[in-house]
């Protein structure tokens, strides 16, 4: 599976908007991106995924780079509640496990 | 609300007493998940179930064993446990292989006395 590379921390301010980048330089044609959040003390979840083209949930926005070697997960207001561990994680969704292969992650704290 | 439940939330077992983890889920999912995650660390897959199937990841230990009795329950069994198995035990379920989303429980943390 190909990795990704993240910042270790970010800052924000409460309701401004945050940008969190990965690299994803060996990626290949048939990984999917994906994002998951930690918040302290719970279980991943999941945010948001995409291919090629950006894509938009109630929880954020994903932009995706052209030729798809980097990636970055917007999170449009920051709230308290957003401070966590973000991981951008690669999938082949045709693969015969299904796995989950977390990378250290960005740990994001927001500021009130 | 449909959801992935794990008990207990917090376990302390002593060195080397064998310890069993629950996982249970109402989603009615085909494939589920257990993850290890240790302090400061990201989760690292243990091993997963789809429907009877079991799969173990070539360097999880051979301490760690996992019973999927039917579709809602999980259990993951640590045979001897030591002080280097103290970390949060996390269960995810999804629907296939390919499903878009996982989904994951609280955790539980279990302490190595």
């Known amino acids: 599976d190909a990795k990704t590379t993240q910042p270790n921390s970010m800052e924000s301010n409460e309701e401004e908007p945050v940008h969190l980048p990965c690299n994803h330089s060996?990626?290949?044609?048939?990984?999917?991106i994906h994002w998951y959040r930690q918040l302290p003390s719970q279980g991943p979840e999941y945010v948001i995924h995409?291919?090629?083209s950006n894509v938009n949930n109630r929880m954020a926005s994903l932009a995706i780079a052209e030729d798809r070697k980097s990636s970055t997960l917007i999170l449009h207001r920051a709230t308290l509640r957003d401070a966590a561990v973000y991981y951008c994680?690669?999938?082949?969704?045709?693969?015969?496990?299904?796995?989950?292969?977390f990378g250290q992650g960005t740990t994001l704290q927001v500021k009130p | 609300d449909a959801m992935v439940i794990q008990n207990p939330r917090y376990q302390v077992t002593q060195f080397g007493k064998p310890v069993t983890l629950s996982c249970s889920q109402t989603?009615?999912?085909?494939?589920m998940y257990w993850y290890q995650q240790k302090s400061s660390q990201a989760p690292k897959l243990l091993f997963h179930y789809y429907d009877k199937d079991f799969n173990n990841e070539a360097d999880t230990p051979d301490n760690f064993q996992s019973r999927r009795p039917n579709t809602s329950f999980c259990f993951l069994d640590i045979r001897s446990p030591g002080l280097g198995d103290a970390a949060m035990y996390l269960c995810a379920t999804s629907r296939v292989f390919s499903a878009y989303e996982q989904y994951f429980g609280p955790g539980t943390r279990l302490t190595v006395t």
């Open positions: 060996t990626i290949s044609g048939t990984d999917y």
């Open positions: 995409g291919l090629t």
């Open positions: 989603l009615n999912h085909n494939v």
């Open positions: 994680i690669l999938r082949d969704l045709s693969s015969n496990t299904g796995k989950l292969i």
